[in-house]
């Protein structure tokens, strides 16, 4: 038995599908949500308010279009933000900043319903910007300007610890420029530049100081070496030391004049066999003279030389 709907009926479930068709596709983008890569759902209930136990991932969620589901963008992004702020003494100063930020995926339900889906407006750049007011704010300029004892650094990081606190992660705040009027600036940069020429000058003292001690030092170990030297050196050692010294002339293969000196303590002079050559394009001008060695003795005698020549083979 085939089941017929009567001819009226049929016309009110045209109808009705037809309607049915159109608010589909009307209410589309309300009833079929998709939450892309990096992105994360947080759905209000009309009834019911914000589910803050359940966060929606990545994929296609299918919703009652009376609810309404805001997507998150969880990874890192950046704002570009520039303010000013005043020195201690009242001087504008203009900050130009970066800030690379994320909400916490695990508070994202609880930011959306206590903060909202612009966060940034409403916490991140405010806070960003009442701390570094603050801190800077009991600085002169020149101390912001050099960035004296890293202040800006502390600065930024309280900041960062204070936007923390509202659910929100910002990894960084960065210093993309720092302007101050033209005369400060050259203010500024001839007072470093003087400052660099004192340091110059007292590591030039340093240096100097330095190197007047080690000379001192080097002198005083040199007067000392002497002294030690002089107190053991006996006429016993020095006679010594000239016959080690003649010895190891004498044991040369060539052929050598001797020369005895005279005296008690008159030691050989040892030389070439051709320094008494009659030979005048072998022997040398310099050596062909007599060599004599007087022995030591009281001015008052006037002693003979005595000269032993001997060829040593």
Known sequence: MQFRWPRKKRHYLIIFLLI?????????HRIVITAYAGEAGVLFRRFSGTEIDVIYKEGVHIISPLDIMTVYETRNQIALHEFDVLSVKGLRIHLATAIRYRPRYD???????????????RIVLPQIESVMRKQLGSYNADQ?????????????VLAIN??????????????????????????IEDKLTQQEHLRSYEFRLKTATKEAQRKISEAKGINQAQHIIGESLTPEILAFEG?????????????????????????PL????????????????????????RSSIPSSQTPSPQLNQTPVQ
């Open 107 to 121: 508070m994202l339900t609880t930011l959306h319903q206590q903060i909202g889906p612009d966060y940034l407006q």
């Open 243 to 267: 016959i080690k010294a003649t010895k190891e002339l004498a044991k040369s293969q060539n052929a050598k004049i001797v020369v005895i000196g005279s005296g008690k303590n008159g030691l």
């Open 162 to 187: 204070e936007v923390g606190r509202n659910y929100v992660v910002v990894d960084d705040v960065i210093i993309r420029s720092l302007t101050l009027p033209d005369n400060i600036v050259k203010a």
């Open 20 to 28: 049915l068709a159109i608010l589909t596709v009307l209410l589309w």
């Open 270 to 293: 040892i030389l070439g066999d051709n320094a008494f050559s009659t030979n005048p394009k072998s022997a040398d001008p310099n050596i062909n003279k007599q060599v004599t060695t």
């Open 144 to 156: 912001i300007y050099t960035n004296e004892n890293g202040l800006l650094n502390k600065a930024i």
